[in-house]
């Protein structure tokens, strides 16, 4: 992070023969499994951790829905969007996978400021799910002793908000709330001050100019978002693409070894 942070602020051509790992949110696995696999190849990994997730105070929204359609105690049901709108639920219908794409892609866009307490009130409560009193074991955050540790083996830990709420639909104190709150908690347990952000879900529609700004007076020097691209010169350093893991080595091996980038560039 800190050699990719020195090219971008020197104007240095980024190697094409570089490549970093980044893994968003802070779950128990991230630090039991992941972070084990990389260091037997003495490679440094990168964190982005939901503050309010290690401090035991929820677990994402997203994940969330996951779990109640999961755990759905009925079939079908019609529930009211934070929006405003209804959307009917019918698993007899469509797949659980394909109704939890659709609850999320909907919550995305609507106002997410109560989104917590519309999880446990709307959408558990309709599902019959009964909202559990502790965070799933599924969902169990690596604790900031586990982060401790990483930056001690030389990965990186930085802020990835309070809540993970999408920051497009938040107002500005609450934008300011969950970038400022998430850079404390990884400063105050952490120890330093952790200059890299990335943006909840990262689509160029989950965050705005606002929150970009904030980054910037709040002292954050680069922010990632999750446009599938490589880094280049030249580019706005508070939003560094990043292209997601696919689900196959092949796939994989095509972004590495920039085969992606011919392809932009024979398409040029
Ligand atoms: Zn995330």
């Known amino acids: 992070m800190d050699e990719l942070w020195q090219s971008l602020c020197h104007g240095q051509r980024i190697s094409s023969r570089s490549v970093m790992f980044t893994i968003d949110d802070g779950f128990h696995d991230h630090h039991d499994v992941a972070a ?23 677990w994402p929204w997203d994940d969330q829905v996951t779990y109640a359609l999961k755990h759905a105690g009925v079939e079908h049901t019609d529930i009211r969007l934070p929006s ?17 794409r659709e609850i999320r892609d909907a919550l995305k866009i609507s106002p997410q400021a109560q989104v917590y307490q519309w999880l446990r009130e709307e959408l558990f409560a309709k599902l019959q799910v009964d909202f559990p009193s502790t965070i799933p074991q599924e969902y169990q955050p690596m604790s900031w002793t586990d982060a401790r540790l990483l930056r001690e083996r030389g990965h990186g830990v ?16 609450e934008k300011r709330e969950e970038i400022r709150n998430s850079l404390e908690r990884v400063g105050a347990e952490l120890g330093y001050s952790p200059q890299v952000f990335a943006y909840p879900t990262g689509r160029p529609a989950d965050y705005d100019g606002d ?47 920039r085969f992606e980038a011919l392809k932009e560039k024979l398409r040029r």
């Open 84 to 100: 405003g709108a209804v959307y009917s639920i019918n698993l007899e219908d469509k797949s659980a996978g394909a109704t939890v």
């Open 158 to 173: 930085y802020p990835h908000t309070r809540s993970h709420r999408i920051l497009s639909t938040l107002d500005l104190t």
């Open 211 to 257: 929150d970009v700004e904030e980054l910037r007076q709040a002292g954050f020097n680069m922010a990632f978002n999750t446009v599938p691209a490589y880094v280049k010169q030249g580019q706005d350093q508070y939003q560094l693409p990043r292209f997601s893991l696919p689900e196959n080595t092949a796939d994989f091996l095509q972004i590495v070894n």
């Open 36 to 58: 084990k696999v990389f260091d037997e190849f003495g490679f440094p990994l990168n964190f982005f951790v939901i503050t309010g997730l290690l401090d035991q105070q929820l």
